[in-house]
């Protein structure tokens, strides 16, 4: 009887512990550090400066009416046929993602660590995508990317 209830007590404590590290272990970039730095200095020195309207940076709450710039790189994936660009807002701690597969564009706001901030499908008008929608969209930027900064 003591043994069971000593048992239970310990998957009770240590289940949360399991359950947050599977959590983090999900929504954890699949960009590492020596990646993201080594995209940096491959966006410095190769990268093309571009901008996004004041609409789109509008919904992605940056800019505030200032023009901002993004310096990016783009590459292609001829088996899904998708275009992808990851970017830095220039000024800011932000990345910008995009993802386009010939219908209808997203792009995705980044904060510093790669946690997304927020997603949005720019097709026909300037439509917010779901939490789950934005993460798994700029995942699969970020698994691109990863991919690229290995190769290069």
């Given at each position: 009887?003591?043994?069971?209830?000593?048992?239970?007590?310990?998957?009770?404590?240590?289940?949360?512990?399991?359950?947050?590290?599977?959590q983090v272990r999900t929504n954890s970039s699949p960009i590492t550090?020596?990646?993201l730095e080594k995209l940096n200095?491959?966006?410095?020195?190769?990268?093309?400066n571009v901008?996004?309207?004041?609409?789109?940076?509008?919904?992605?709450?940056i800019g505030d009416g200032v023009a901002l710039a993004i310096r990016n790189l783009t590459t292609f994936d001829a088996a899904t046929q998708r275009h992808y660009t990851f970017g830095v807002v220039i000024g800011t701690r932000h990345y910008v993602t995009?993802?386009?597969?010939?219908?209808?564009?997203?792009?995705?706001?980044?904060?510093?660590?790669l946690n997304v901030v927020v997603g949005l499908k720019t097709g026909f008008g300037l439509e917010r995508l779901t939490p789950d929608q934005?993460?798994?969209g700029a995942r699969e930027t970020l698994e691109q990317?990863?991919?690229?900064?290995?190769?290069?």
């Amino acid at each position: 009887m003591h043994k069971t209830i000593l048992v239970v007590m310990l998957v009770l404590v240590v289940w949360p512990f399991g359950a947050t590290a599977q959590q983090v272990r999900t929504n954890s970039s699949p960009i590492t550090p020596v990646q993201l730095e080594k995209l940096n200095k491959l966006i410095e020195k190769k990268g093309a400066n571009v901008g996004l309207n004041d609409a789109i940076l509008t919904a992605l709450g940056i800019g505030d009416g200032v023009a901002l710039a993004i310096r990016n790189l783009t590459t292609f994936d001829a088996a899904t046929q998708r275009h992808y660009t990851f970017g830095v807002v220039i000024g800011t701690r932000h990345y910008v993602t995009t993802l386009s597969d010939g219908s209808s564009p997203r792009v995705f706001l980044l904060d510093n660590n790669l946690n997304v901030v927020v997603g949005l499908k720019t097709g026909f008008g300037l439509e917010r995508l779901t939490p789950d929608q934005a993460q798994a969209g700029a995942r699969e930027t970020l698994e691109q990317f990863s991919n690229f900064a290995d190769m290069n």
